[in-house]
């Protein structure tokens, strides 16, 4: 199975502050790309997909370099809530369109 | 809107015993489903995923199995626990589309073994 690599972190900054992750994937052949938040123990949402031309929503902007098999998502005005662990997540196409997750980035916002 | 159920949220069970973990999907068709596990401080692990009745892939070698009587149903089930089988079991589904689409978890089960 193809990797899918992310700085573990933990990140912590304080309230406002902007932040950003990094994500590198080993196959090539990735179609999709997605960023979920998981909370501690909880099950992972999906915080945004990736699109090639790179995307925003509200305080999250995502960016997509195919050439050099990178993501990265930028986090303005952090809040408290932003608190999270953050999975960068590839398609896996010869497994049912399943989605191969990366290890998380740990967030800490702090007051 | 679509809806994923799982069940129980939380099990202990002994080694050796047998284990039942149950998932559905409610308002969508053909979905494609999928059993992941998650060990403590670990990344989420692709267990089996299904694109149709009765289809079941696995992707690790294991004591686990799988099956899918129905649409939206998915079991994961095990005849003999192993303590390495303690763990967060997420299901999750996606459209069956044909091109790759977000997929979308239940609450999880967080399993432990004794």
């Known amino acids: 199975r193809k990797e899918v690599e992310q700085d573990p972190g933990p990140f912590n900054v304080p309230e406002g502050a902007t932040v950003a992750f990094n994500c590198t994937y080993s196959n090539s052949a990735s179609q999709s790309f997605f960023w979920y938040r998981q909370d501690c123990r909880k099950e992972p949402k999906l915080l945004m997909s990736v699109y090639s031309s790179g995307n925003e929503d509200g305080r999250f902007t995502a960016q997509l370099n195919r050439a050099s098999q990178y993501i990265s998502l930028l986090i303005r005005d952090s809040k408290l809530s932003d608190s999270a662990t953050y999975l960068c997540v590839v398609n896996e196409r010869n497994s049912g369109y399943a989605l191969n997750f990366g290890k998380g980035t740990s967030l800490l916002v702090t007051p | 809107s679509q809806t994923i159920h799982q069940w129980p949220a939380t099990l202990v069970q002994p080694v050796g015993s047998p284990l039942s973990l149950e998932c559905t999907v409610e308002g969508t068709s053909n979905p494609n489903l999928y059993w992941y596990r998650q060990a403590a401080g670990r990344g989420l692990q692709l267990l089996f995923y299904?694109?149709?009745?009765?289809?079941i892939s696995s992707e690790v070698p294991q004591n686990l199995s799988a099956s899918r009587p129905q649409d939206r149903q998915f079991i994961l089930s095990s005849k003999k626990l192993l303590l390495s089988d303690s763990g967060f079991y997420l299901c999750?589904?996606?459209?069956?589309?044909?091109?790759?689409?977000?997929?979308?978890f239940g609450d999880g089960t967080r399993l432990s073994i004794l």
């Open positions: 999750a589904w996606s459209a069956g589309t044909g091109r790759t689409e977000p997929q979308h």
């Open positions: 299904s694109v149709g009745i009765g289809q």
